[in-house]
């Protein structure tokens, strides 16, 4: 059992649990402890993923140099691949999809799983027309691959880019810190509120994603398509379809400075926000979505 998931054992959730005969969702594979126990065999349950946890160590051994830590990377890899296998062939799992089904599908490794979508609890996008005032990007600066994101962007293409840029970040460490705050046009806003996010990615003009992980559709990706203006990711992100035709693309560091240049004139237009809302209805209908799962649970 991975270190992650035998870590979240906990004898007060499951006589929690036992107080009733409701259906259970799991929400990530490291809440999966006392299901991989064979605690809810009589039970209807299911495990709700982001992606597969071992698609996620796959990568990072074959993106990494030979070392240690590329063999922990396989370790890893072939640990979660087991465990997620053994869990998904006794439980349903849902997971949420990436560029399309048939990449989950072909990336799943014949692990069975089921296809469900986020749920945004919107159904109209809410970004406002005009400009906004900065380029944003915002992270959880405990994952290190969001503080190396943040670090290239700051030296590769702010150092060049005299815009307002604005780091958001949730646990910053005092290295991104003191990077943000280097040159007098960027700067950073740790561990804002809920509230405070929201405002911060309405008054943005542009989001700025240069990631390609494999977490399915970003929720950071969601949160500004919903509620910002302008999105610029890199040309390898795996958001769906709908998402991708929705946003700019780069993939060098010199082609973000020219896309972001070019974006920070270019008004944000009802045009846009019509694209979004029939994006929203097309791939993120929450009774749809909630309907599936009912089916799942029931």
Not at 30 to 48: A, C, M, Q, V
Not at 179 to 203: R, Y
Request: hydrophobic share 35%.
């Amino acid at each position: 059992m991975p270190y992650s998931v035998s870590t979240r054992s906990d004898e007060s959730l499951l006589e929690r649990l036992n107080q009733n005969d409701f259906p259970i969702i799991f929400h990530g594979i490291e809440s999966t402890y006392l299901l991989s126990r064979g605690h809810f065999n009589d039970r209807k349950t299911i495990i709700r993923l982001q992606t597969w946890k071992h698609q996620k160590y796959k990568k990072l051994f074959h993106t990494r140099p030979i070392g240690l830590h590329k063999i922990r990377y396989k370790l890893k890899e072939l640990w979660y691949k087991k465990f997620e296998t053994e869990l998904s062939r006794k439980y349903t799992c849902a997971i949420i999809p990436s560029a399309n089904e048939d990449t989950i599908t072909s990336n799943a490794d014949d692990i069975p799983h089921e296809i469900l979508p986020h749920f945004i609890g919107m159904s109209t996008p809410m970004g406002i027309e005009g400009n906004g005032h900065y380029c944003f990007f915002h992270g959880d600066f405990s994952n290190k691959s969001t503080q190396v994101t943040a670090q290239w962007l700051l030296n590769e293409v702010f150092n060049q880019v005299e815009l307002p840029f604005v780091v958001v970040a949730k646990n910053p460490s005092v290295e991104i810190e003191n990077l943000a705050h280097e040159k007098m046009h960027t700067c950073i806003v740790a561990n804002p509120s809920d509230k405070e996010l929201v405002e911060l990615i309405k008054k943005a003009h542009i989001h700025i994603l240069p990631t390609n992980e494999l977490s399915g559709e970003n929720n950071d990706l969601i949160l500004s398509s919903q509620l910002g203006r302008h999105i610029l990711i890199k040309r390898e992100h795996p958001a769906k379809k709908g998402l991708q035709s929705i946003c700019h693309t780069a993939k060098t560091a010199e082609e973000f400075k020219e896309k972001i240049t070019a974006l920070f004139d270019l008004p944000f237009t009802n045009s846009d926000i019509e694209k979004r809302e029939r994006v929203t209805r097309e791939e993120f209908d929450d009774k749809k979505n909630a309907s599936k799962l009912l089916k799942l649970l029931y």
